[in-house]
């Protein structure tokens, strides 16, 4: 159940676009890559996950690295919503059988200056 | 469907109580985790259903803790003889079958005094 690295803390402008770093170093050939994020009293949200290639959705996108070792979440354009703790969760999904769950870490704390 | 749904969102007990909570999952998810969450920490895995049958249950959850989700719908968690190491934000997520998107509830903020 290793978890991935993250850096604890980040700050970024409004309206510039923010960049999230995530090491994976052990990631198997079938784990994913899941992000969710965390408001102040809420519980986490989902925002993104991949296998392989670069995802992108209405929220953000998610480069993974070729080998697979690394992922960075991006914002294009950060708000002051977007402040939150960003997790970077690596495990199995995308099956119907056996048992799954997400191992969080203590995750990137996003700060965004208006 | 509004979401996942989870209720008290407070609670405030004395040491020694038992107290149960509830968690109402969006109706077509299949799984059903329930996480714990400290100040600081990110949520640490409890345990996890699958329609009725719990799957899986993690180290942390003692015998004092107690989970069920009877006809696969609703999941109550109990935890008896509380504990000060007991408070903590109670979370709870669903998903379908292949779990690559959770969503969660708002959580139950439990105060052990």
């Known amino acids: 159940d290793a978890k991935t690295t993250q850096p604890n803390s980040m700050e970024s402008n409004e309206e510039e676009p923010v960049h999230l770093p995530c090491n994976h170093s052990?990631?198997?050939?079938?784990?994913?890559i899941h992000w969710y994020r965390q408001l102040p009293s809420q519980g986490p949200e989902y925002v993104i996950h991949g296998l392989t290639s670069n995802v992108n959705n209405r929220m953000a996108s998610l480069a993974i690295a070729e080998d697979r070792k690394s992922s960075t979440l991006i914002l294009h354009r950060a708000t002051l919503r977007d402040a939150a703790v960003y997790y970077c969760i690596r495990g199995p999904g995308g099956t119907t059988s056996g048992t799954y769950k997400y191992i969080f870490g203590t995750g990137t704390r996003l700060k965004v200056l208006a | 469907d509004t979401g996942v749904s989870q209720n008290p969102r407070h609670k405030i007990t004395k040491r020694g109580q038992n107290v149960t909570f509830r968690c109402d999952p969006i109706s077509e998810h299949n799984r059903l985790y329930w996480y714990r969450q400290t100040l600081g920490q990110g949520p640490e895995f409890l345990t996890y259903f699958q329609n009725e049958a719990q799957l899986e249950k993690s180290r942390l959850l003692s015998d004092r803790f107690s989970a069920e989700r009877p006809k696969g719908s609703f999941s109550t968690l109990e935890i008896q003889r509380t504990e000060q190491g007991d408070s903590a934000m109670y979370l709870c997520?669903?998903?379908?079958?292949?779990?690559?998107?959770?969503?969660f509830g708002s959580g139950t903020r439990l105060t052990v005094v």
């Open positions: 052990t990631i198997s050939g079938t784990d994913y």
């Open positions: 997520a669903s998903s379908f079958r292949d779990g690559l998107s959770y969503t």
